[in-house]
């Protein structure tokens, strides 16, 4: 009997942790998607100084949710992240605008992506 107890408050905190943890991803999915609304349209308008200081503050968002994303989520999409944040940042220095839209483009399927694998659902728990 104790073990069926003990087993039920394990299953209990794991099912809370996934609840917040999810929250918490949505969250800075949704972030990192409105910083890259904000670039795409500075890039629409040619403002690479604006969409120079976003991509900044994206990159450092990024660097300040690193520990949290690294330990519970996929590496290889993280690093698909920051490989794909220093590429826009490159096409923006460089003027040019179809390849850094192109950049954005692939960093929103990326952002909308991230949440995904971490939502519960049975065939993620199994």
Known sequence: MKGVIISLCIAVVMIAGSIIYTSHID???????SMNRNIIMALEEEDF?????ETVKMAEYLDKKDAVLAATGNHEEL????INVSELVSYIHG??????LARCNVLGFLFEHLPK?????LENIL
């Open 117 to 121: 694998n971490y939502k519960l659902k």
């Open 79 to 82: 690093d698909t992240i920051e």
């Open 49 to 53: 100084e604006a969409a120079e200081r």
């Open 27 to 33: 969250s800075v999915s949704e972030e990192f998607a």
């Open 95 to 100: 003027g040019q605008q179809a390849d850094a």
